[in-house]
């Protein structure tokens, strides 16, 4: 620390190392400042970690399943037997993609979509579909689970997505789902 008077040249040294010269201890306000400069560059590293972090959050896909609507037709119709995903924010490449119709424990049908790519566009979905007449051996209480792995296109970090729904007659209701 410099301390200049007003109108003198006299000029008072404090600094640490001419203190260490005379044998002189390190003051409290020494070891203060000393204290605030190494929080302050906790709290930057930090920032920069916090930075990071949040960068990743607004770049990585999302996948999602949904019921599938046809608009096509006047009114709009509920399509049970078709299951709509959907990729959000980024392009992702699917790994594994499994679409399973169970009953009590037992696999009734399994749809597979592995090693592929999608895109998020905002009117794009891509569909799974069971056939009508497997639909037909659907039961009141069957089971629909959808579970997906996918990563980004430039890192190998991988995501997952986990859908789990219950047939009730007319539609598919969800109880359970997850993702990371």
């Known amino acids: 620390m410099v301390f200049v008077f007003s109108s003198s040249t006299k000029i008072l040294s404090n600094t640490t190392e001419q ?14 400042q000393i204290s605030i400069a190494g929080m302050a560059l906790i709290v930057s590293v930090y920032n920069c970690y916090a930075l990071a972090e949040s960068k990743r959050f607004e770049r990585r896909p999302y996948v999602q399943g949904f019921r599938y609507l046809s608009i096509s037709t006047n009114p709009p119709k509920l399509l049970p037997n078709i ?11 699917i790994i594994n993609c499994s679409l399973v119709y169970k009953r009590d424990n037992e696999t009734l049908f399994s749809i597979v979509d592995n090693d592929s790519v999608r895109l998020p566009l905002s009117d794009t979905e891509w569909t799974m579909e069971l056939s009508q007449t497997d639909f037909q051996k659907i039961n009141i209480g069957d089971l629909r689970i959808l579970s997906v792995t996918y990563t980004e296109f430039d890192s190998y970090r991988k995501y997952s997505y986990l859908l789990e729904q219950k047939f009730d007659g007319f539609d598919w209701v969800p109880t359970k789902e997850s993702g990371n």
């Open 19 to 32: 203190r260490s010269k005379k044998g002189e201890k390190m003051h409290i306000s020494d070891i203060f």
């Open 83 to 93: 299951m709509s995903l959907k990729v959000i924010n980024a392009p992702a490449k």
